[in-house]
């Protein structure tokens, strides 16, 4: 079964550093998103990705963060400066265009734990 | 404002019992989908079920039931004979028409399940 790989599964940080988080969406898949997930809270959208740019983001993605489609494979999610609030769960998720089977439904990958010291 | 809400923090009930899970949704459009999704103790987002809104027919797969009720705004899951490995969080999401595009996901706060033997 297709699957959504994200990379690293943990990375632990200094505060103000930058970190690079990666996933490889479902090939065939045309969005793609970042949530993410602070301990024991609800998951939150962060952004999604179509057409080689981003179609929406939250109040979250500021300008700390962006987000690139380097291949046509990887999808990244950049955090220039981090901070100790960064900290959290990230998820990268991708979905089937409009009109494909499964359209609107996201395939979650396994989540990148950041930790920022 | 919340616009979806998961009432229930945590649920424990003993293996073999039945358990709902309760999502009520708020939305001004007339197109939106209903999801829920698992989150296990390893940490993934697993998809359980989407529903849009003119398609108001429970469902039924295996253990598991959704009960959609359009006029008081309710995507309710009902697990039967609950096992242990049902045991995870359980978040309900809404997905509205009116995004611009890219199907973004606005998550409840999830409902913790602990089902013991």
Not at chain 1, 6 to 31: A, D
Not at chain 2, 77 to 101: H, K, P
């Amino acid at each position: 079964e297709p699957e959504v790989t994200q990379t690293p599964s943990h990375q632990v940080t200094q505060m103000g550093q930058e970190v690079i988080l990666r996933c490889v969406p479902i090939s065939n898949h045309l969005y793609f998103y970042w949530y993410r997930q602070i301990l024991g809270q609800k998951v939150e959208f962060l952004v999604s990705f179509y057409n080689n740019e981003i179609s929406e983001k939250s109040e979250i993605f500021d300008d700390q963060f962006s987000v690139e489609r380097p291949d046509g494979s990887n999808f990244t999610l950049k955090i220039r400066s981090t901070k100790l609030e960064d900290s959290a769960m990230y998820f990268c998720a991708s979905s089937p265009g409009a009109g494909a089977t499964g359209a609107n439904v996201l395939t979650f990958g396994a989540g990148s734990r950041l930790t920022v010291l | 404002a919340q616009k979806v809400t998961q009432a229930q923090t945590e649920i424990s009930v003993v293996e073999k019992e039945d358990v709902t899970l309760d999502c009520v949704y708020e939305t001004r459009d007339t197109t939106y989908y209903l999801f829920w999704y698992k989150q296990p103790p390893s940490g993934e987002l697993v998809f359980l079920i989407r529903r849009n809104s003119f398609d108001e027919q429970n469902e039924i797969s295996g253990r598991y039931s959704w009960n959609f009720q359009k006029s008081t705004s309710s995507f309710n899951f009902t697990i039967t004979a609950s096992q242990v490995v049902d045991s995870a969080v359980y978040f309900c999401a809404l997905r509205e028409r009116g995004s611009n595009s890219g199907y973004a996901l606005n998550f409840g706060k999830g409902t913790s399940l602990l089902v013991t033997p």
